[in-house]
């Protein structure tokens, strides 16, 4: 989703994850959304497709049990 349709900072509980965590983030407008959890090197590790959300506040849930430990980028 653009930045421009993000209207305020984006969560994820708890961090770090263990077996699941929560992306939280709130949309000014509806739109497609599209998530994805990248590794250091930039490899996808989880791709959830896009999806079409409504305005105001999304909880998407991440399954993150396979993941090693490490940093992140959603």
Avoid: C, H, W
């Avoid at 421009?4 to 708890?14: C, D, E, I, K, R």
């Avoid at 965590?21 to 949309?27: A, W």
């Avoid at 409504?54 to 490490?70: F, P, R």
């Amino acid at each position: 989703v653009a930045d421009a349709f993000l209207t305020n900072s984006v969560t994820l509980v708890p961090n770090p994850a263990a077996a699941t965590t929560t992306l939280g983030f709130s949309l000014a407008k509806p739109g497609v959304v599209r998530v994805e959890v990248l590794d250091a090197a930039g490899r996808v590790v989880i791709n959830l497709g896009e999806q079409k959300m409504q305005a105001g506040t999304q909880l998407v849930t991440l399954n993150t049990a396979g993941l090693s430990a490490g940093v992140y980028m959603v």
